[in-house]
């Protein structure tokens, strides 16, 4: 018995120590995101998008053309320095502006990016590359509200580094699908006028009755 202890003591334990020291440095994208603040970003990517401030896109048809690059300090410290060695991907999302989080705790920001509700629709993700732009037409399962863009730039562990954003005061709308389509409004308004139809036949068939 004692010599079992002792051969699991000499194999298994080892194991058990590794097997642990391997799980404290795997870091996954999520467990790397957890802990990252919106404020403790540095805010070195221009944003731009192109509806205007107020204009109404339809989800599932309308598109949006998004174009992101290093902001002036930013590229400047780029080129100097390399500041921006590190980042390695971009992922652009559309935002509830604050407008439309009003009431509405499943859309709220927070400072907490695990936290953060508001950033829930990819647009598109990409390699970096100092710069990009690209079209996206906007999804189906997208709902009527208010919205501006935001870039998030990731490093290689997948930690968010850096953001930009174009601004929530001036943002679009969209329109969303409901659910009610041309042919069923169509076929509602053909079964509407059968029963109108229906009903006046049923009120003169009644009246003959009467009058016999």
């Known amino acids: ?61 309308d598109a949006i053309t998004v174009t992101w690059s290093l902001n002036a300090t930013a590229a400047a410290a780029a080129a100097a320095a390399g500041a921006d060695a590190g980042y390695k991907a971009v992922k652009v999302t559309l935002c509830y502006a604050p407008v439309s989080q009003v009431g509405r705790g499943w859309r709220k920001a927070h400072d907490d990016l695990s936290k953060d509700k508001a950033c829930q629709f990819k647009i598109a993700q990409q390699p970096y590359d100092g710069a990009g732009k690209f079209e996206y037409t906007v999804a189906r399962d997208v709902p009527t509200a208010s919205y501006y863009v935001r870039a998030y730039a990731f490093d290689a562990s997948g930690a968010r580094v850096a953001y930009g954003e174009t601004a929530p005061s001036a943002s679009f709308a969209v329109a969303g699908i409901t659910g009610v389509t041309a042919s069923i409004e169509v076929a509602a308004g053909v079964l509407s006028a059968f029963s109108v139809a229906a009903l006046a036949v049923f009120l003169v068939l009644e009246n003959k009755k009467k009058n016999k």
Not at 8 to 37: K, N, Q, S, Y
Not at 50 to 59: D, I, Y
Request: aromatic share 4%; proline share 5%.
């Open 1 to 61: 018995m004692a010599r079992f202890g002792a051969v699991i003591h000499r194999v298994f334990l080892p194991l058990l120590l590794l097997l642990v020291v391997l799980g404290a440095c795997h870091v996954t994208p999520a467990a790397a995101a957890a802990g990252a603040r919106l404020s403790a970003l540095a805010k070195a990517l221009v944003v731009e998008a192109s509806p205007r401030a107020g204009q109404v896109l339809h989800a599932g048809e």
